[in-house]
């Protein structure tokens, strides 16, 4: 092989690899602008709400956070009754809803024959995928007419004469309301709660379930003092997790809600939630102060719902820490 | 009483409550899902796929609806899942240990929980107010923003279950690393990447909230993409809200609809999930 072969062959060795690092460099750098540009998302989207709230948060100040008044003529806005209503609705589906996707968790960990775990398990899966839109329909069109004619007119009788208890379940019926939304936020974050804490409940090491079982415990003081002290970091996220949906749900409360701006102490009647507000009145506002005030109560329920899944979500990895030691 | 037997039917009261809770579950879903198939299946026929959305009182289908999901979900995904895989690949590949990826899968994980609402209320700012007018481009934006999440999520799971030893036997070949990631790498996680754009897909496509403002309606047939569009979710929220029967009929007709197209995007991501799995 004579001299120059050889530097042609090196040459062209030495611009292959000139392309290749010119290539992995151009592939790094667009990746990890990638990574940065959903760093920005999440920038973007804070910067939008902030800009778009600004007229109505001048306008207002703090007294927009603790304002009941909602009147698109004399252009007075207050956010109350819709933060009253975010909250109470999604902390009453996680009271129905958490006790019974423990139990669900339960049962498929613990009691359900194994060929049937992997069915029923997938099947929860498969229902946390459903659109939401489609338990709204179902709740203005099935549920709501069952609850006016049976549950609400039996929890307005039977709680009549017990104080408190008869402001919170006051009547008459209306079927939709905020009673009505938390239901079916409970059946729609059901699936979730019930997923996570299966999974949470399956990291709990067989030796300590035995040796629980060992010293004589009876299934339910395993389940109740070795598997839920052992996840409770776990159980605590995914709760949080099923809230950060609950609180920002949309479509399904929108159908039932009844949309009004006030705070009732009857939890019968109906109310508005953030999200329900924005999709029902956001069109059709007219005037910047009405426009801005929807897009401010948008920028309250994006706080709230970043502090919850944030610390759902810091919990979740915490389990994850533990379970990797 | 003994305390053994006290302790025994302490525990059985709490493991039937546990049996109860999810029967009661079971029984909600199927309550729910049996609505939806009758009263879904006794509004279904041919006029659904072949008439656009009437008018109240008048008979119709939701064909503009359904071509205007269609459109607005293709696009968004297209815009979206490069984004996210990319992302995704970074957070795997080059930056697996580093803080930015930490941080960015913390962000991540919450914009994919995030109220998609907002993520409407984020689009119409940059787009509706900007252009002046709903249009298609901005729904199919707000879906795309909705399917990075998904997609930088399910990539970066997946390019991770990819064994090392691979991608060590491509270095010792003297492969570049960009064409490891594109030729080894992809290619290994292929089905669980085509897993994440479905569950995407099927996240999307009954998305109603951020469509409500960015895309709004349309009650006549449109491909006009710089015009308002019909979308199947905006179009049973309107109908289903409406106190004309036709209209309700259509909801769920609609709701069946996406609902069937969800669940069968859901267990083909599963079955093609199952298939290929790195342990």
Redesign the interface.
């Known amino acids: 092989m004579s001299d120059s072969t050889a530097s042609l062959v090196g040459d062209a060795r030495t611009r292959a690899l000139k392309r290749f690092n010119l290539g992995d460099r151009a592939f790094h750098l667009i990746t990890k602008s990638a990574a940065v540009a959903v760093l920005l998302l999440l920038g973007g989207v804070i910067a939008s709400l902030i800009h778009g709230s600004a007229p109505a948060l001048s306008e207002f100040g703090f007294g927009f956070l603790t304002s009941e008044a909602w009147n698109p003529v004399t252009e007075k806005f207050g956010a109350a009754p819709a933060i009253y209503g975010t909250l109470l609705t999604s902390f009453i589906a996680l009271l129905i809803a958490a006790p019974v996707g423990f139990g669900i968790a339960v049962f498929l960990t613990e009691i359900c024959p194994f060929p049937l775990r992997r069915p029923i398990g997938i099947a929860i899966e498969l229902l946390a995928g459903i659109p939401s839109i489609i338990y709204g329909i179902w709740g203005m069109f099935v549920l709501a007419p069952v609850l006016q004619a049976t549950l609400q007119p039996w929890l307005i009788a039977g709680f009549a004469d017990i104080p408190i208890l008869n402001d919170l379940f006051a009547g008459p019926p209306y079927g939709i309301g905020i009673f009505t939304a938390s239901i079916i936020l409970s059946i729609m974050i059901l699936p979730l709660i019930a997923s996570i804490s299966r999974d949470v409940f399956a990291t709990v090491p067989t030796v300590l379930k035995e040796a629980a079982f060992g010293v004589g415990c009876t299934r339910w003081e395993v389940v109740r003092r070795i598997v839920m002290p052992y996840t409770g970091a776990g159980l605590v996220g995914g709760v949080m997790l099923a809230l950060g949906r609950a609180l920002g749900e949309t479509m399904a409360v929108t159908f039932v809600i009844g949309n009004a701006h006030k705070i009732h102490a009857s939890i019968l009647g109906p109310g508005t939630t953030i999200s329900a507000t924005i999709a029902n009145e956001f069109t059709e506002a007219d005037g910047v102060l009405y426009t801005s005030s929807l897009i401010a109560l948008g920028l309250v329920l994006f706080v709230i719902t970043f502090i919850v899944l944030a610390a759902s979500r810091l919990m979740l990895a915490r389990l994850k820490r533990q379970e990797g030691r | 009483m003994s305390l053994a037997s006290i302790?025994?039917a302490?525990?059985a009261?709490?493991?039937g409550?546990?049996?109860?809770?999810?029967v009661?579950?079971?029984a909600?879903?199927a309550?729910?899902l049996g609505?939806?198939l009758w009263?879904g299946f006794s509004s279904l026929n041919l006029d659904v796929f072949a008439k656009m959305t009437p008018p109240p009182g008048a008979s119709g289908g939701l064909l503009n609806a359904i071509v205007g999901s269609l459109i607005m979900t293709i696009m968004g995904v297209a815009i979206g899942a490069p984004?996210?895989l990319?992302?995704g690949?970074?957070?795997a590949?080059?930056?697996r240990y580093s803080k930015?990826?930490t941080?960015?899968r913390?962000?991540?994980?919450?914009?994919l929980?995030?109220?998609?609402?907002?993520?409407g209320?984020?689009v119409?700012?940059?787009t509706v107010l900007q252009m002046g007018h709903f249009s298609a481009y901005a729904g199919a934006l707000a879906l795309a923003?909705l399917v990075?999440?998904v997609v930088?999520r399910t990539t970066e799971d997946m390019l991770n279950l990819v064994p090392g030893g691979l991608r060590e036997a491509a270095i010792a070949m003297g492969l570049?690393?960009?064409?490891i990631?594109?030729h080894i790498a992809y290619k290994a996680a292929r089905a669980g990447l085509i897993t994440g754009l479905l569950l995407a897909v099927?996240?999307v496509?009954?998305?109603?909230?951020p469509l409500?403002?960015t895309a709004?309606n349309n009650q006549f047939f449109s491909t006009n993409l710089n015009a308002p569009m019909a979308s199947l979710?905006v179009v049973?929220?309107q109908f289903?809200?409406s106190p004309y029967k036709d209209w309700?009929s259509l909801?769920?007709a609609g709701?069946l609809l996406?609902?069937t197209a969800?669940?069968v995007l859901?267990?083909g991501a599963?079955i093609l999930g199952a298939q290929k799995t790195f342990k």
Do not use: H
């Open positions: 302790r025994k302490r525990s009261i709490a493991m409550a546990c049996i109860g809770s999810a009661l579950g079971i909600a879903l309550l729910i609505a939806l009263n984004l996210g990319l992302a690949t970074y957070m590949e080059y930056g930015l990826t941080l960015v913390f962000i991540n994980d919450i914009l929980s995030a109220p998609s609402i907002v993520i209320l984020f119409y700012e940059i923003l990075v999440p930088v570049p690393r960009s064409l990631i594109r099927a996240r496509s009954g998305e109603t909230a409500l403002f709004l979710p049973i929220f289903a809200m309700q909801a769920w709701a996406i609902t969800v669940l859901s267990i599963r």
